[in-house]
């Protein structure tokens, strides 16, 4: 086999990777459903090769989504000299649901690819974390009087509330409007922050 041969495979091989990639990319942006079918239809190649090229639908989006990410930081630009815990942490709960929102399908297929497999958890980007720790870290001193347990306590609480799966549940099971479940969970998030600030003998 010839070194021209060689590097024609290669090149063969990172083009129709990237054609995967990028047609998962566009159905993110679409807003269109994300599955391995229609990613290899919409890439013009089998189902069998896109899965010979990504394991399993979480990884694939996990690359397609890498470009879609944001730093905790810039997303909390609008509270960045704010001293207020419950109004950076309502800052970081509505930024977080509002990228849900607008990503939501890739969002549910990451979440159905990875929640009846927990070793593939992993894929996921967990931005929650990133945004909760921004968030808190700035005004952690305010939570000393509430004892030690307090704040990473709370951190645990607003994983829950400041997450995907609680605007699924609001919108899906709650039939809320979206935008009222923005609001509920960014409530929620304030109403448990508030609650950490309290004195631990309150």
Same mark, same amino acid.
């Given at each position: 086999?010839?070194?021209?041969?060689?590097?024609?495979?290669?090149?063969?091989?990172?083009? *129709?990777?990237?054609?995967?990639?990028?047609?998962?990319?566009?159905?993110?942006?679409?807003?269109?459903?994300? *599955?391995?079918?229609?990613?290899?239809?919409?890439?013009?190649?089998?189902?069998?090769?896109?899965?010979?090229?990504?394991?399993?639908?979480?990884?694939?989006?996990?690359?397609a989504m890498?470009?879609?990410?944001?730093?905790?930081?810039?997303a909390l630009?609008?509270?960045?000299?704010?001293?207020?815990?419950?109004?950076?942490?309502?800052?970081?709960?509505?930024?977080?649901?509002?990228?849900?929102?607008?990503?939501?399908?890739?969002?549910?297929?990451?979440?159905?690819?990875?929640?009846?497999?927990?070793?593939?958890?992993?894929?996921?980007?967990?931005?929650?974390?990133?945004?909760?720790?921004?968030?808190?870290?700035?005004?952690?001193?305010?939570f000393e009087?509430?004892?030690?347990?307090?704040?990473?306590?709370?951190?645990?609480?607003?994983?829950?509330?400041?997450?995907?799966?609680?605007?699924?549940?609001? *919108?899906?099971?709650?039939?809320?409007?979206?935008?009222?479940?923005?609001?509920?969970?960014?409530?929620?998030?304030?109403?448990? *922050?508030?609650?950490?600030?309290?004195?631990?003998?309150?």
């Open positions: 086999m010839t070194s021209s041969t060689t590097t024609g495979r290669a090149n063969q091989k990172r083009r *129709t990777h990237d054609a995967i990639v990028r047609a998962a990319t566009e159905l993110i942006r679409a807003g269109s459903e994300v *599955t391995m079918p229609e990613v290899a239809k919409a890439a013009l190649v089998s189902e069998a090769t896109a899965y010979r090229y990504f394991p399993d639908l979480a990884s694939l989006l996990q690359e890498a470009g879609q990410l944001f730093a905790p930081a810039e630009e609008s509270v960045a000299d704010s001293r207020d815990p419950v109004e950076r942490v309502a800052a970081a709960a509505e930024y977080l649901l509002r990228h849900v929102l607008t990503y939501q399908a890739v969002v549910r297929a990451m979440i159905a690819a990875t929640i009846t497999r927990p070793p593939e958890a992993t894929a996921r980007p967990g931005l929650r974390f990133g945004l909760i720790d921004e968030a808190l870290a700035p005004v952690a001193d305010a009087a509430a004892g030690p347990a307090a704040l990473p306590q709370l951190k645990r609480d607003l994983a829950i509330v400041v997450s995907a799966e609680a605007l699924f549940c609001l *919108t899906d099971l709650c039939r809320l409007d979206p935008e009222d479940a923005i609001a509920s969970a960014v409530h929620t998030a304030g109403v448990l *922050t508030q609650a950490a600030l309290r004195p631990s003998d309150q």
